[in-house]
């Protein structure tokens, strides 16, 4: 079959298919003498379609036949051998749309094929085809451009349809498109044809889902858009599901018209009134003449037609006279016999009359001013006049209009009036005879006087109520001539709020569920009322079909006069031409909607239109779909010839009225033997289906899968209608059922609606697949791919059932529908399926519990479906899984039901006040012991308990009288926090099963082993169905121990009230939760043991301040214990250790100024909740920093105090207050040591030493700052006198400070307690290490906000090296790079050492702290720092030797680490070259300004000689400083390039060497500046050497004058504090190397600038 593609069909020997068959026959109702015919073809017919006399077939592969008569290639091809269309091969075609006499194809790519006849433009402007070609032979490319965008985008087309002059294109972005000629575009323009594809912009913005075409006349299915304004709601529709077609004495009321101009056009007038209502646009008075063609059309046509005039083609065309010839001289003459329209011959309508009527030269009135009188004169009455009717034709036609065998013979005149904004030509120009509307206007007259009940144009069908009604009210037909209805309307072009009736379904996009939220829009001809607007006007753009909004159709399609609309409730809406009965009822015809008149049981799926017929597709008491058909019967065509139908074609376009033809649509008995039929087509006079046999079953599984789900919407839509919503819109409806019942009412009511719209969506979806069966995936079903929105669905419906059930809701409601219904109560029989036993009074409860067996279908026909796979295939695994989930969920359902059921009856049994406490709406009764089959252990003789066990609680009632109606006390206890357990049976003999709850336990005790069994299961079951298990068959005691629920403690106790959400573990509080207390406590975090425990964050709001504290740390045991920061309400903020809920060990507090009159810090060890031992208090206020120790928040022993004006004392405190001796010294250098008694109060003896070294020694009294009282010796010591050593002493720093080992005891404390020691040294090492990972873990857990790189360096820390064996130079690198990175890491217990020692450091010596003085006192303190951090090290890698120890293995590599000294192959290690590169850089700013201000005077002197020296030349400044001539560069290069180094060269020397040396500002460590000074060294020797012999060696004769030169020309500043940092922290082991050597020489050079005096 595959390789006989690309042969004609009539060459391939047919072989039937399975799927796919076709079978087409004229259209002449359900005689019997039908010719059917069946098309054989080697492969499955995907598509048909048909135009006129012609049609196309799309099979598998893509291949495209034509049959028919073919007038653009003048052939008559059979349809017994279709012929294929061979130039569209390969092109991947996936849909063919057949026009009158054109047709198109649209390929996989969205491209479009046109080919067939162009007169008119159908065919676009393709490539083969010019303007000029009135046909299209062969299928040519039509490009669909959107030039609005930059650049310009080829638009992808998805859909297209096809009408006698006109084609539309849905892109894929769901917006249309069109060309060819006349009103029936939509288009804004006034030149037809439209040859290249143009947006219809009037849809732009709207989601066209399907669009279809008619004769001249077009439809478009368009989604919803959502209310502007959902608070002002029209009354239009009450009921989704209620018909738009009322009774006519319902809606006879006058219709009010707005003060607002519209047109019936869709389209804005231009504001110019004439006369009293009528618009009239500006262009329409000055307006000329643009014909759309100028010479008539030239058309194909077979023997038997003539030639005719184009429609519309501009002064050449006119309206057809009766003898089907075409003549301008008989146009006045046919109106004296004929009421002919005002429109032009192609149906588009006069849009302004006036430039019309000034180019034509035979005009009945020549006279302007006459011509706008007579205009003011139809205006005025355009309001009032009734349209007549007559004989006459509506439309005039082209020259090869078909045999419309039935249309209207009730014309209308289609005078319209308009003009859209911003298009100031005319939209026709088609010259009209004056003297029609001089006939016209007198008709009109005459129709004043006519009655309204004989409106042709339905004046009595209902229409919009208010604002949202169209305004147009038709004309009434007699017999006379017929006039033009024209009303004001709301303009489509404005939409509003007030235009859409209901807000959108819950339809998402792309949730690949099909939108019933639809409207209908509708524009081109309509003198036959095809548009559904009320009237028998044209509209040049679309408009929405207002009676159709609202009634979710899911199809339209457009026959040649006459219109369909399918709804999801498989309704029928027809309107149009009813001549032939085409639109199943026997109106004709119907302006404006009306519902077919379909036999009890029919549900219609598919539905298509053609000329004079329709064909509708439906399910019938079987699975097979049946035919029903709407038209003329065969003995219509009795009296014209067979060959006229399919050869000639007539201009008359309406032929006499079809004789013979029913009312109703009639069923067509050849369709049983058609199989399983898929889907309709009618074109022209034949109609066509598309069937499938049924393989293996698997067709009508799929047909009765739809069928079903057809069904079942239908049934939920008029339970809605007829009971439900009646029912909850009634006034009594809150009094009858009560408040609480009511609520469930609504909500039940609520969740009938989502069932109802999810099962109406899934119908119209299956629907769409049936269409498509051989294309579509079965795994594509939306029961399978949507199985989660079906069960959410189901079991929220199943829900509010049964807790309306549960509380009695459907007795009221039974009650209240009597009541309603009254004698109507064989309604709810009608609503009760077969299956349903209902006796009597319809029973309610089991009409709304049957949707629920509507899964048990779904599960039965999946299977039936994966029985027609194989069991290793795709589908079968997703059609077994689909039943399984819906079986499953059925009988889950029915338990559901069925626990409703048994809690309801038990409600009933046990009513009374008492129990009406207990009732709740989604509570279910599991069992009780009524029987005394349970029973309290160790119960009182003449006490009574009640056990009732729910699905979401225990109840436990209490009385003294054997009665369950009436108990004295009751407890809840709810499951989610319910503990069971059996009781092993001991001696005593009892079958016990032991409770836990949160606040008390108890055992009961069963009568029976069978009883405690039943009880034991039922426990366990319902806890595990509360906690989210399936609750089916849990064995005896496996609950969740572990569990997460709310409860709320009523007991005494800590949580007394408070309400807790989170962790459980065997009825105790466990894990992470939340816990609210009722005065507005709150704790958030980790319990342990009923306790809080671990991390957690508190609020405890402070009445009296009125703000709340609040705390973020560690607990324990119910108490605040371990580190954390709490924030007071008072504004202070404490950051630091907690134990047992008191502030102990290391800890900072902030205090603010809105608690105090100052605002101070303190930062040092607690004990007790008070400060005691050392501490640093910066009081901010006062300027002044205290640095000692504290005993109970007092200060007390040894400090130091420095103040902001330069102030520095040492001494002693007491109580607070400075007493005993002690050292004070002036920023003045002015020095005081004697006794204090308070604070900066002196009182006792004492020596004050002056700045100039004077002295005055005596007894002291008074206040330093206000003055001192002296009596004593005042002594000027004189030039020789020996130095004072013993009175120097006195004045010595550092007397009476805390030794820096003392001082941060407490930090180093609480750094041993994170690793689980209990203090220094004392602990296990591996508990060292677990607390670490346990640490690590944690922090990766709990903090997700952790950045990348804080991330990788958790992982990193997580691989620690070998600690338990002897350290070697290969794995002591992989140690230093692990504290590396643990001193990065705050997370790690060492991480958070270094960032505390870091804050206590910048806290002493930051701001007020920056005291000269203190220089000694920081320097010790870093050392201690050290000498405490390396114990810790040591502690955890017990391999590495003490401080200055040796790594005795051989270095692996000649390179070592800069950090540690090389003395003959072995590693020197040492605390400063391990710690201080970690510790260093973070204390390096406060330090580095510390001894900048110590060498402050020297600096100054240093300074001002680098400025002065460097002002000389290189050779002066080198001859000056003594450097001999043989070091002296001759060569300098700049960039490259050397040049020669002259007297007045200024920094061309030793430039490398220069700059190498200004590095050493920009390091920290002692052993990196060393590093600076080695390799500036270097660089020296390297600019030396070329000068010099190769065995050169310094002398420090030579080196030191030139790296004196250096030192000068690297100009930098605070050398002498560079120097004394070095020399200070510089690790001793390279003291007396190489390196010590070199910072000598620095030193020296520093001493020499700033002391030598020949400098």
Known sequence: MENREDSPAYEQVPTPPERGLLHIWKSAGPSEELCLERVLLSRPVLQVTLGEHHGLLLTQGSQVYSFGELLWRDLSIPLSAPVLEESLLGKSVVRVAAGGFHCGALSEQGNVYMWGENTAGQCGLTEKGTVTNTTVSEPCPVSVVDSEVVPPAVVRVMDLACGREHSLALSSQNELWAWGSGCQLGLVTNNFPVWRPQKVEHLAGRHVIQVACGAYHSLALVRSLLPQNTTQRPPEKKERGQSPHSSVTEREESFAVDDAHYCPLGVELTEVLIGEHCLLPLSALHSQTTPRRKGPRRRLHPVGRSAGSSPGSGAGSCPYSGDGKSSTTQMLPQLDGHADNLTQTDGR???????????????????????????????????????????????????????????????????????????????????????????????????????????????????????????????TPTHGRNGSPRRRRPCACRPSSASRTQAAASEEAGDGLPSMETEVWSWGRGSEGQLGHGDQLARLQPLCIKSLTGEEVIK???GSHHSLALSAQCKVYSWGSNMCGQLGHGNSPVTVPQQAKLSDGLRVWDVSAGQSHSLLLADGDCVQPILLYCGQHQDSLSGQSKRSHQSQRSCQRSPSRAEIYSVRPTLLPLCMEMGYISSVRCGGQSCAVLADQNVMGFISAIHELASRERHFYCWLSNTRKLLLTPLRNREGVCPTLGEPCTHLFFSLCESFVRLSIMIGRHATSLSYFLHDVQGRDVTSLLLLTHTDDFQDIYKEYCSALGNFQVMGGFQSLHKLSLEFLGSQRSMLAQLCVPNQAVSGDADLVSLLYWPLEQLHQYSRVLLKLAACYDVLTEEYQYLHQGCGQYESLSLSLLRRKKEAETTFVFWKSHSGKNTEVLRLPQRRVVCESSNRSLTLQKAGRFSNHWFILFNDALVHTQSSIPSQNFFSTHHVYPLTCLWVKPVTEDTSGLYAIKITCPEESFTLVASTPQEKNKWLRSLNQAVDQVLGGGGQGSSPGVTAISRTASYTFTGEGRFKDAHYTGGWLAGRVHGRGTMKWPDGRTYTGNFKNGLEDGYGESVMPDKVLNKPDSYQGQ???????????????????????????????????????????SSSVFIGQWIQDRKTGYGVYDDITRGEKYMGMWLDDQRNGSAVVVTQYGVYFEGTFKENKMIGPGLLLSDDDTAFHGDFSDDWTVNGKGVLSLANGDCLEGLFSGEWSTGLKVTGTYTKPAADEPENKERNSLFRLGQYLVPSAQRWGCVFTECWSRLGCDAAGRGERSTAWENIAVTITTAQRHSPNLSRSQSKALESLEFIPPQGEAVTTANFDNIRRYFIKACETPIHPLGWLVETLVTVYRMTYVGVGSNRRLLRQAVQEVQAYLTHFYCLVRFLFPGLPEDGGIIPDPPASPTKSRHNSNIEGIVVVSC????????????????????????????????????????????????FLGVQEKFWPVWMSILGEKKQIVSSSKDACFVSAVETLQQISTTFTPSDKLMVIQKTFEELTQEVKPMLDGDFLWCMDDLLPL????????????????????????????QHGEMGLMFTTLKACYIQIQHESTL
Not at 1617 to 1629: G, K, R, S
């Open 1603 to 1630: 790296f004196l030169y250096v030192v000068l020309r690297a100009r930098i500043r605070n050398l002498g504090a560079e120097v004394n940092l070095i020399e200070d922290l510089m690790d001793p082991n390279v």
């Open 349 to 475: 309508p006069v849009s302004h009359p006036l430039s019309c009527w000034g180019a034509n030269k035979n005009s009945a009135f020549p006279d302007e001013m006459e011509l706008q009188n007579l205009l003011q004169k139809l205006s005025g009455h355009s309001l009032e006049m009734q349209p007549v009717s007559g004989p006459g034709d509506t439309d005039s036609l082209s020259s090869q209009t078909s045999d419309d065998s039935c249309v209207s013979s009730t014309p209308s005149t289609d005078l319209l009036i308009s003009s859209n904004s911003g298009v100031s030509g005319p939209y026709s120009s088609s010259p009209v005879c004056l003297e029609e509307v001089r006939l016209c206007l007198e008709a009109e007259k005459k129709a004043l006087q006519g009655q309204k009940s004989s409106s042709l144009t339905n004046i009595h069908q209902k229409g919009k109520t208010a604002g949202n009604r169209r305004r147009s009210l038709p004309g």
């Open 1472 to 1519: 400063s070259s391990l710690l201080l590169p970690l510790l260093l850089p973070r204390l390096y700013p406060p330090l580095f300004t510390l001894y900048s201000l110590q060498e402050e005077q020297e600096e100054a002197q240093y300074w001002e000689r680098i400025l002065r020296l460097n002002k000389q030349p290189d050779q002066s400044l080198l001859s």
């Open 1115 to 1157: 607990w324990r045991d119910g108490k605040i214990h371990g580190f954390g920061k709490y924030k007071y309400a008072s504004g202070e903020v404490y950051e630091g250790c907690f134990y047992e809920g008191q502030r102990h060990g290391y800890g900072m507090l902030s205090s603010g100024k809105q608690a105090r009159t």
């Open 556 to 558: 339209v399609a457009a």
